[in-house]
């Protein structure tokens, strides 16, 4: 029997932003092929430990492990050469630029792919997401919002990452397209692709993942199958606002 080594580990892990502490001792582990959630309320500090972990601020304590690799000190697009790829809250698009250019760009934003691995990789993302090839040459910014989700998740798959982390997911967008894009995660996933979720609709994000971690107060408060997290009147009634979790 052999469990396979964890793709991504964050080990106690804190992030700073000058004086104030906004995540703790935080600590988060995922295996290849796996699905995880990482839940908690707006502010929790749950976008915090995404930056610490892509990069994208340097975590004043603890370790990023990827790959086997200490990835603690690389900077973010070092972290995305090496296979880890946020798409980003309020998924920052470039909102004047064409569909196409979005997506080229992103295939060129760790100094490139091969012009012919951009291609292919620009076919497939356009065979996941038709409805971007209809509008690939429309301003980014003209589209619906989940529309633009699906570009900013088409444009974190041109780097053909190993684990691709997406935070809020369904921010802004309605239960019907949020639904439709969940569906395009589970499939990516099954094609094998690890993927962390970063939801404040907790519901939404258990029911699809293995494993989910909670966070609460800069601090992730909960770990544990989704399908047991689910269950507990704790968590949920900390999300549905009834309760508070400390
Ligand atoms: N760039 C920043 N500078 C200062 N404080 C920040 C910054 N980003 C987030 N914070 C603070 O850190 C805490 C956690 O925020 P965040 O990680 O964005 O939470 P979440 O993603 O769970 O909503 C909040 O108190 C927030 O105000
Ligand atoms: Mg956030």
Redesign the pocket.
């Known amino acids: 029997m052999s469990i396979p080594d964890p793709l991504l580990s964050v080990e106690g892990i804190e992030?700073r932003?000058?004086a104030?502490t906004?995540?703790r001792a935080a600590n988060l582990s995922i295996r290849p092929g796996q699905l995880v959630a990482v839940i908690?309320?707006?502010?929790?500090?749950?976008?915090?430990?995404?930056?610490g972990l892509t990069g994208l601020v340097r975590p004043s304590a603890g370790r990023v492990m990827f790959k086997g690799e200490d990835t603690t000190r690389l900077a973010a697009h070092a972290k995305v050469a090496r296979g880890l790829v946020m798409v980003p809250?309020g998924r920052m698009l470039f909102p004047d630029q064409s569909v196409e250019d979005n997506l080229i760009l992103g295939a060129y934003v760790h100094g490139g792919l091969k012009r012919l691995e951009a291609k292919r990789n620009l076919e497939r993302s356009l065979t996941l997401f038709p409805r971007l090839r209809e509008r690939l040459q429309q301003p980014a910014g003209s589209m619906s919002g989940g529309e633009q989700q699906m570009l900013a998740i088409a444009r974190g798959l041109m780097t053909e990452p190993d684990l691709l982390v997406i935070?809020?997911l369904s921010l802004g967008l309605a239960p019907k397209i949020v639904e439709q894009l969940i569906g395009i995660l589970r499939d990516l996933n099954r094609q094998g692709l690890s993927i962390l979720l970063?939801e404040?609709l907790a519901s939404y994000a258990l029911a699809i993942t293995d494993y989910a971690y909670v966070?609460a107060h800069?601090h992730v408060e909960r770990e544990g199958p989704s399908a047991v997290l689910v269950r507990d009147p704790d968590v949920m009634a900390a999300f549905l606002g009834k309760k508070k979790a400390a």
Do not use: F, P
């Open positions: 992030v932003y000058g104030a906004a995540l908690g309320n707006n502010g929790a500090g749950k976008t915090s430990l995404m930056r809250e935070d809020e970063v404040q966070v800069g």
